[in-house]
């Protein structure tokens, strides 16, 4: 698929600026552009946050240049994210390394990576290079106000060496930003750039350092992994897509404090599988415009508009705070069909850690219909005795009810949420459990063991016949409701 930002947050304009007298002996001048020297075999590898990417988690970021093409160059790119791997090939042009081809599991990867390892491309290409010791490489800024340039040769030590590099400089939002470049590397060896902000303290926007770098004729070893499925859930659970599977709409507060524009995909989300949301906060009156330093959450309600689930709780947070006013969030949807209801609420605005101003608090309501789980092979977890099945090589329990299970064990999602779960299962042929004429659930509430049990389950320190004989007797004892027509 073709690359294309959807998440930007200010329109930064680059002038870049020619014939300007460099500070240094023109005597030491080297050209320079991204991706310049790049070539079959070379292989980088970088630790990188980014606050447009989950508020500056950092990720590592690995990529080995296969082969050159006519157009350009494949990379097998790897990615690893927490607990999450990721790998693909990725397709870049010739006149800039900046991607022209990335499949779906890559794409908000592959947006980091325009946005810090190539950005320098506003200013330098093969087509046009730029005296790596030039003052001034160009402007930039939300008008094209700030001057960038080189301050001189520094010696920058990161994991991958020390290196003598050019010292970029630039200053906006009241502090300096620096990025330094090795010349003879295809990629700038280290970045720390502050966002461009209108309002609030100053902020990183992004930050990353060369963990190592070579060249190999044989695929390196940081290749030998395999992708897992972002967040968990069935495999067959499709990857949010803004492109081209999203929802995508804008609404002001009930308080009418400020405008929120969000994106979620997919478009209609399985149970049990990832979804993402892209939000953006702006006021009222100019939705080109963002407001910083925003204190949010996404909750789930029912009906009634009782709380279900938050995502700040789900992080062991408070709230979620978004410094430049954009964010996105990706979890698994827990929700059971037909819809969900979600509530978008802003707390107010302020430092990340401090007193939060209330006056901009406001929330929105967005309902998204879900779809059923998918469902997996399976010879059931009972028979139809009620007999627990022994061999735990023939139970497939979909992974969702374990990611269930693990949150509702850490009091992440209540009782209620984590049964409609399982009675989905049960209605659905999925667990087999016998027939019953219990038909409403009982008052007692759901033992502490069988949360315990839970997390052990969640973890892998118990099977999955030791997990069932709980749910065996949650509906023994009425405490989950089966439809006596099953």
Known sequence: MKFRSTFAVFTISVIVLSGMAPLIPSAFATSWYVGQGLKPGDYYRYTIADVFYHNLAPFEMDFWVQNQTSSGYNLQMVIHDGSIVEKGTVTTGNITPDLTYIPDNLVNYANVYKLTLTWLDSFAIKTKPVDILSPVWGQTGIYGEVSMGSIGMQSVTVPAGTFSASTLKFRDSGVDSYIWVAPSLAYPVKATVYAIKTSGSPTIGYQYSLLEYGNSAQPPAFLNVQSTNPLGGNPQCPSPNYASDSVHDTQTTDSGSLAIEYYYSPAVPHQGCPMGWRLSFAPVYDETQRISSVHYDIFTVDSQGHELSSVAQGLGRADIYSAVGNDEQDFIESQPPPVAHYVIYVAGTGPESGTTDVSQAGMVKIDVKIAPPFSQPSTGIMNNTGTPVNNTSSVAIPSWIKNNAKWWSQGQVDDS??????????????????????????????????????????????????????????????IIAVNSNQ
């Open 417 to 478: 949420q984590f049964v409609l779960g399982i009675q989905y299962l049960i209605q659905n042929g999925i667990m087999k459990i016998p027939k019953t004429s219990v038909t409403a659930s009982s008052s007692q509430g759901i033992p502490t063991w069988v949360k315990n049990n839970a997390g052990w389950w969640a973890s892998g320190q118990i099977s999955d016949d030791e997990f069932v004989k709980g749910i065996e007797y949650l509906v023994s004892n009425g």
